[in-house]
């Protein structure tokens, strides 16, 4: 079986954060103080999320992805791996990560069932590091990358947001991670979400130029399928080189008319586009007892409702949520 929108475009896979909680404060996604964390009361149990999940799968999604806020802070979170690897239909179970605590983590959860990760990063160099997370440590970071790889979750990726006048001047060292080691690095534009309140015109790099610096020092790049996964990267490749570069242009070049995905918040709402404000409430149905032909109903209604694409080009920017609680 497989799901349709308005527009006619597949639905096929469904990103899930699991809570909206971080151990870091990154300056581009919330203030210093942090934003204040929801009552556990009303985030998502383990079972509610693997009961939507159930009947996502039935309806024809098949790839999952466990965001946040950061998900391995989430207490039990192994046991919640296992729980969906097991749903009849997910054929993808991914994660989303800072990287912090995935080298203590990575054998478990690639045993509990998880296929492979991504891991946000947004500098090679500590003390530039620590102060674009507000204190996070790099060492740790390089440590559960590798901790993964060497679980299996593979292939991993590396998700870069770049900001000029913070991080551009890197772009080169990354590209030279993915031609050199095998990296699998995306470029991601800086995008107008969240709370801490940096994104302007001037911070932007478009992925265009990005590409540009890349193959003005680097030499040409070539078109790459793209590694296994489901998202929206444009991939490329050196004609030497072992990994690949990919450019997430969500501001520049949208590539609204080719997405796949609903979103679950922490605290149950179905989003049907990142970037619009629009959420179904599906926390007080599950609560109230709904049985599966009510949340089937509700995902129904979110797939319907998916817009046909941002409006960031007619200055229209969410504005309800922080990217900690819509899970990026």
């Known amino acids: 079986m497989t799901l349709y929108d308005s527009y006619q475009r597949p639905i096929d896979y469904l990103r899930v954060s699991v809570t909206d909680r971080c151990n870091l404060r990154c300056v581009y996604c919330m203030p210093p103080e942090g934003v204040p964390w929801r009552e556990h009361a009303e985030i998502l149990t383990f079972e509610e999320i693997a009961l939507v999940v159930r009947v996502a799968a039935e309806l024809g999604i098949r790839k999952v992805r466990l965001t946040g806020g950061e998900p391995l802070v989430r207490r039990g979170i192994v046991q919640l791996v296992g729980q969906l690897a097991e749903i009849p239909g997910i054929e993808d179970l991914s994660m989303t990560t800072n990287g912090l605590l995935l080298a203590s983590m990575a054998r478990d959860l690639a045993a509990a069932g998880l296929q492979r990760v991504n891991v946000s990063l947004d500098s090679l160099d500590p003390e530039r590091f620590a102060r ?23 292939p991993l990726k590396i998700n870069t947001v770049v900001i000029r006048g913070w991080n551009d001047d890197e772009v080169l060292q990354f590209a030279e991670k993915a031609r ?3 990296w699998h690095v995306r470029f991601i534009e800086f995008m107008p979400v969240g709370r801490g309140g940096m994104w302007s015109p001037a911070a932007f790099v478009p992925a265009a130029e990005i590409r540009a610096r890349i193959e003005a020092t680097l030499g040409p790049l070539l078109p790459e399928d793209s590694p296994r996964g489901a998202g929206p990267a444009r991939y490329y490749r050196f004609p030497e ?24 918040s922490a605290d149950g709402r179905l989003r049907p586009c990142l970037l619009c404000d629009e959420e179904i409430d599906l926390r007080s ?6 049985g599966a032909d009510e949340i089937r109903e509700r995902l129904l209604v979110a797939i319907r409702n998916k817009p046909r694409g941002h409006r960031l080009d007619e200055q229209s920017f969410p504005q309800g949520r922080a990217m900690s609680e819509i899970g990026g």
Request: proline share 0%; glycine share 18%; with cysteine.
């Open 132 to 154: 674009l997370t507000r204190g996070g440590a790099l060492e740790n970071v390089l440590a559960g990358i590798d901790a993964a790889v060497n679980a299996g979750l593979q």
């Open 180 to 182: 050199r080691d095998g």
């Open 285 to 290: 149905v599950l609560r109230n007892g709904a």
């Open 241 to 264: 080189g072992m990994g690949t570069i990919g450019l997430i242009s969500a501001v520049s070049e949208h590539f609204c008319s080719g997405c796949n995905r609903l979103r679950l």
